[in-house]
Each structure stands twice: as C-alpha cells, then as structure tokens.
C-alpha cells in the first residue's frame, strides 16, 4: 500500500509512525468489534494522556486511508490499548471484522494533545458526546478523579446505550437519541447546561454541526472562556 499526500504532511508536522499488532478480538454487540493492540513502543515512546488517539492507515484497494481512533486502557507498562470500530460500512470496519491476532496496521501519532487546566482546576466538568467518542470521554472521567461531571451521550441505535460508561457516584450520564439530525442533542445541552460558568470545563465531541453549535453557546452565548472549552467534531453526519 503505496502512502498519500496526507502522510508526506503529517510526517512533516513531526508524525510518528508506529506498527500495532493485533492480540486479540472481540465482538462488543452487532454494531462495535472491539481489538486488543500491542502499540510496538507507541505508549512507551509518546506517553498517555486523556483522550489520546490515533491515525490508522488502512489499504483501500491499494490507497491509503487513515481514520482517527482513541485509545482505550492504555496500559504503559505492557505497550497494550484496546481500539473500539463501529460496524458500519466502510474499509476500517471491514478490517476490523477480519482482524486476527498478528495481523498488523499503521498508526501515525500527530495532532493529539490534550490536559485539562490545573490552574485553576475545575470544579464540575459538562462533557457532551457519543459513542464515538465514549471511550474518550471514559479516559476523562478516570483522570478527573473526585472532580463532579455531568456527561450527555447521543445514541443513534439503542444498542449503542450497551457502552458503558466509566460513570461514578459523582457523574452524572444522560443519554440523548439522534433526533433531527443531531438538533435534540444541541437543545438538551443547551437547555440544561447552568449559566454560571466559574469553576466549569466544557469538552464537546460529537458531530460536527452538533459541536458548532454548542461551542458556540458556551462561548457566545454563556462567555466561557477560551481555556475552559475544548471542542472538537469526532465525525460529520452525510
């Protein structure tokens, strides 16, 4: 599989490239394959932080095509993350589906990077996403430690609701379906999100339209700060 323009740019913006192997494979539900990597020395040459992820590149008769994941459980001290692939059609799921434990794939690590403030720290924490995102927002809740959260997850299908989060008594999680093309999630949100933003850290990630329009409440609408909103789209509804 011969790389693409896209790896030439990522490799000169200071892209590392790493080759995972697949160590085992698990059906999540109907619509979630679920895969045990060894990152060949990514975590040990990279570090973990919230919300990490990834660019795998993937052989589309012959062309390159990359696709971010995050990690899940990252463990340092074995080299091993498990990666979650929706089952929807496309050369990634296809892939996953047919992944067999020593099969390897490409990663390339550029662009990740992310820490929530410590000065000050937050003191409730407005995480909005779905399952897209979920394991993203998981490794938030884990590294937050007693910090409240308030957590609103889109499911398109009902199955989705069988990821779990990594909720808490002090988390609060609701799940919102995909009505009106992702209008129901922004109204929720927007509706129920308090005004008073002191001491709040907001994280959106969900789809893109979806996220504009949240991120633009919180900082239009609410005057959230530039250091207390982290947004970024996890996918673009077609």
Same mark, same amino acid.
């Given at each position: 599989?011969?790389?693409?323009? $896209?790896?030439?740019?990522?490799? #000169?913006?200071?892209?590392?490239?790493?080759?995972?192997?697949?160590?085992?494979?698990?059906?999540?539900?109907?619509?979630?394959?679920?895969?045990?990597?060894? +990152? !060949?020395?990514?975590?040990?040459?990279?570090?973990?932080?919230? %919300?990490?992820?990834?660019?795998?590149?993937? =052989?589309?008769? !012959?062309? /390159?095509?990359?696709?971010?994941? %995050?990690?899940?459980?990252?463990?340092?001290?074995?080299?091993?993350?498990?990666?979650?692939?929706?089952?929807?059609? !496309?050369? /990634? #799921?296809?892939? #996953? %589906?047919?992944?067999?434990? +020593?099969?390897?794939? =490409?990663?390339?690590?550029?662009?990740?990077?992310?820490?929530?403030? *410590?000065?000050?720290?937050?003191?409730?924490?407005?995480?909005?996403? *779905?399952?897209?995102?979920?394991? /993203?927002?998981?490794?938030?809740?884990? @590294?937050? !430690?007693?910090?409240?959260?308030?957590?609103?997850? $889109?499911?398109? @299908?009902?199955?989705?609701?069988?990821?779990?989060?990594? #909720?808490?008594? @002090? @988390?609060?999680?609701?799940?919102?379906?995909?009505? *009106?093309?992702?209008?129901?999630?922004?109204?929720?949100?927007?509706?129920?999100?308090?005004? *008073?933003?002191?001491?709040?850290?907001?994280?959106?990630?969900? $789809?893109?339209?979806?996220?504009?329009?949240?991120?633009?409440?919180?900082?239009?609408?609410?005057? /959230?700060?530039?250091?207390?909103?982290?947004?970024?789209?996890?996918?673009?509804?077609?």
């Amino acid at each position: 599989m011969k790389r693409n323009w $896209e790896a030439l740019v990522l490799k #000169a913006m200071g892209g590392r490239d790493f080759r995972l192997t697949v160590l085992e494979s698990e059906s999540v539900n109907a619509r979630y394959q679920r895969l045990l990597v060894d +990152g !060949g020395g990514l975590l040990e040459a990279c570090g973990v932080h919230p %919300t990490m992820w990834v660019r795998l590149w993937f =052989d589309n008769a !012959g062309k /390159a095509h990359q696709r971010a994941y %995050t990690l899940v459980d990252p463990d340092p001290d074995t080299g091993r993350f498990h990666l979650e692939f929706a089952l929807h059609d !496309g050369v /990634a #799921a296809r892939w #996953a %589906t047919g992944a067999r434990p +020593g099969d390897t794939i =490409d990663a390339t690590v550029q662009g990740t990077g992310f820490a929530l403030p *410590d000065d000050p720290a937050p003191r409730h924490l407005y995480l909005v996403g *779905d399952a897209a995102s979920l394991p /993203a927002v998981n490794s938030l809740l884990d @590294h937050a !430690g007693d910090v409240p959260a308030t957590v609103w997850l $889109e499911y398109a @299908h009902d199955d989705e609701q069988a990821l779990t989060p990594r #909720a808490r008594g @002090h @988390h609060k999680v609701m799940w919102v379906p995909r009505q *009106d093309g992702g209008q129901y999630l922004v109204d929720t949100v927007c509706a129920a999100i308090p005004p *008073d933003t002191e001491g709040a850290y907001y994280w959106v990630a969900c $789809e893109a339209g979806s996220n504009r329009s949240i991120a633009r409440h919180l900082r239009r609408g609410l005057g /959230a700060g530039k250091q207390q909103v982290s947004s970024l789209a996890y996918w673009t509804a077609r």
